[in-house]
């Protein structure tokens, strides 16, 4: 898709998905509607998801508008992290080394465990009494 100057990924992470539309501009991220400062409001969340961009040297060269659902914060920040770096391969295939040795190319697939019947919590067990 990247011939008509718009790339479209999909990213996750946990519960959360990103959907990315990347598009050459004047370095404007948008998450559901809203800036990227104003959407996550810690500083170490923001950092993540301009990762792929700092990586690359794209920092101020392309428009992302993001639609981000499920999930927390810390979530939706990994799953656009996902999807910014998915878009950016789309886009250019040279970026893929460089992403793909970061990591941010790989699907973080850990989740919350279940709970397990009986118990307080997935792991967690009731004080033992002996007596």
Known sequence: MAELN???ATGRRKNAIARVY???GSGN???NGRGLHEYFKRASLEQLV???LEMTQQGGKFDIYARISGGGLAGQAGALRHGIS???VDFDEKHRPTLKRAGCLTRDSRMVER???GR???RKRFQ???R
Do not use: E, N, V
């Open 29 to 31: 991220i948008t998450c």
């Open 50 to 52: 301009q990762q792929p």
């Open 128 to 130: 033992f009494s002996k």
């Open 86 to 88: 998915r878009a950016l």
């Open 120 to 122: 307080p919590g997935a």
């Open 22 to 24: 990347l598009r050459a």
């Open 115 to 117: 709970k397990k019947p």
């Open 6 to 8: 718009l790339s479209i």
